[in-house]
């Protein structure tokens, strides 16, 4: 699939922000946890949805998605997702806790995704197994069976947050109560405590860095809306930034987004900011920035491509630090085909910034790359033409749609 960008259109208006991708797949996931009707609402039709719902129809769970709502009935029948589904998506591992707590036994191939680093799941294993599991490798893949999963202490070595999400959902059900120490601190973590306990789960402190978790025999049925995906609001926060636009962003949490708010800030860009929106107002100047990725409340990980390209056109040299994976620099390669200024060394990159962008022939690498040429391609001069970029509806809903919306000049050939 391709993407025709016609660059130098500053883009001005409304755009409302779908539901969490981040959020809605750990939640679709936790359904695996009880046996009766759970109604999850607004669902974003996204590529990553519509292939962990695969994931619960292939594990016995009857699946509707109707209307923008996802309702899910049954128990799990199989305790063996499917390699071509979990290879596609790293959420799909998320499966193992609510397996094992349910089954008893799980098996499942290591994971696939982004290429964007490693991701061990070690910290994932080694929860599991201290509530109880009894973990080997065999194949490729994970082999995991506990008679019973007890409460006790994990602590994290680093605050990941799929480990988080597995880890809770497992102690969820365990007998007895659990702590995570160390766990990470994201607000899709607390979305997910929402809804657990929404079913009559009992988690407390999700949004610090130790979570309890008292185990209960039972989940029950729930109807729930997770939150707004602040992810691609600040994609769209940066793409009018970028741009020099104008544009109001409906349907995000101020707080979730101060990271990215406070660097847009730095760079020049006027923010206003209400309860559910924010206001972008791009300047014609851009001022450089020292950017680093740390665990939230830190800078975003899933930020730092796109800042890439919007600070190509800086007055000055910026400096971004990528502290969380060690491949996420993907996009340099195809930002240079657009005249970009950019060394990269390790996990380092030094973007000195040019007069302008021209448009070129690129490759989406990974989500957030694709995100990001997305933005350089609206940012530059000419015609930009984005190949694989199949990518970017991984994680985005409707974003042509919506950047069109909003004046870009954008189309898209399958």
Known sequence: MELHIKGKAKLKGEVEISTSKNSILPILVASLLSDEETIINKVPIIKDVIIINEVLKQLGLKVEFINKQVI????????????????QMRASFLVMGPLLARRGKVRISLPGG????????????????ALGAKIF???????????????????????????????MMAAAVAEGTSYIENAALEPEITDLANFINSMGGKIAGAGTNVIRIRGVKKLLGTS???????????TYMVAAAATGGEITINNVIPEQV???????QESGTQ??????NIKIIGQDTIKPLYVKTLPYPGFPTDMQAQFMSYLSCAEGSSVITESVFENRFMHVQELLRMGAKIKAEGRTAVIKGCSELTGARVKATDLRAGAALL????????????????????GYE?????LTGLGAKIQKYN
Do not use: W
């Open 398 to 402: 409707n974003i042509v749609q919506k």
């Open 224 to 234: 729930y809306t997770p939150i707004p995906d602040r992810i691609e609001a600040g």
């Open 258 to 264: 101060k990271a990215i708010t406070a660097k847009l």
């Open 114 to 129: 982004c290429a964007i680093g490693t991701r061990p799941i070690d910290l994932h294993l080694k929860g599991l197994q």
């Open 271 to 276: 923010i206003h900011e209400n309860d559910n």
């Open 72 to 87: 899910i009935s049954g128990s799990p029948q199989n305790n063996n997702p499917s390699y071509e589904l979990v290879r």
């Open 137 to 167: 490798l065999s194949s490729g893949d994970v082999v995991a069976s506990a008679r019973k999963l007890t409460g006790n202490h994990v602590y994290l070595d680093f605050p990941s947050v799929g480990a988080t999400e597995n880890i």
């Open 375 to 394: 933005i350089a391609g609206m940012m530059a001069r000419g015609t930009t033409v984005i190949t694989e970029s199949e990518h970017i509806d991984r």
